[in-house]
């Protein structure tokens, strides 16, 4: 007898014969459930929604590109999906189990580039570029005070030790749209306002300005106020 060689690829199913009795305990005609109770079934929700966020945000910043919806509607809607995918990561589980943005997107093979860009600025593209507007309403007294309202009551909060995240970034936000609507022009550090929001945008709710970062922040924004009075004189 010749002796059996060893085969060099796998057998298929049907070259090994089973030595027990097959039997199926699924039941086909049961609903598969993908969680088994509700703190599961709530968390699956929410990185579901996470999910939808992220593809419809990056369907509306082309469609905004194409010129396929209108300036305010695509601010209104940009700004309510930052918040809901904010507000879906500030659960704890929710949080640990989506991990980040460029790891959750890998997982589920998602291709959202613009998306993905809008959640790292953190605000509209109309509110980080704004567009032009008539040199008439870019002159207005109250529009201008607003602004100059805006810058006071950033600065203020910094002088005072106001160095925490969640009190910083709604402000910063406000500022820049207080700003946009007087002027589409740059001046002196207006990037850095830009630049800020980013960083404060990556920041957890909880997280302060390090003693260094505030300082920084601070003389940034001054050179942005400085910079910002000079453009609307001139």
């Not at 040199?135 to 529009?143: D, F, H, K, L, V």
């Not at 589409?184 to 302060?208: C, H, P, Y």
Request: aromatic residues 8%; contains cysteine.
């Amino acid at each position: 007898m010749y002796p059996q060689r060893q085969l060099a690829y796998a057998p298929t199913p049907y070259s090994i014969a089973p030595t027990f009795a097959l039997s199926s305990t699924i039941n086909l005609d049961e609903e598969a459930k993908l969680a088994t109770n509700n703190a599961e079934r709530d968390l699956y929700e929410s990185l579901g929604e996470v999910y939808s966020i992220i593809t419809t945000l990056d369907a509306l910043e082309k469609a905004y590109l194409k010129d396929s919806v209108a300036e305010g509607q695509y601010t209104e809607t940009c700004s309510r999906l930052l918040k809901q995918y904010k507000s879906n990561l500030q659960d704890e589980s929710v949080a640990k189990a989506f991990g980040d943005l460029e790891s959750f997107m890998k997982e589920w093979d998602m291709e959202c580039p613009r998306a993905r860009e809008r959640i790292r600025v953190g605000i509209p593209t109309t509110v980080e570029q704004p567009s032009h507007k008539p040199a008439a309403e870019a002159a207005a007294p109250q529009i201008i005070m607003a602004a100059t309202e805006s810058f006071i009551t950033l600065l203020d909060a910094i002088r005072i030790g106001m160095v925490d995240k969640d009190v910083l970034h709604p402000l910063l936000a406000e500022l820049i749209q207080a700003v946009n609507v007087v002027t589409d022009k740059e001046f002196e550090s207006r990037g850095k306002i830009v630049q800020w929001l980013i960083t404060l945008n990556r920041m957890r709710a909880a997280e302060k300005l390090s003693e260094e970062q505030a300082r920084e922040f601070q003389f940034d924004m001054q050179q942005a106020y400085a910079g910002f009075k000079a453009s609307v004189a001139g």
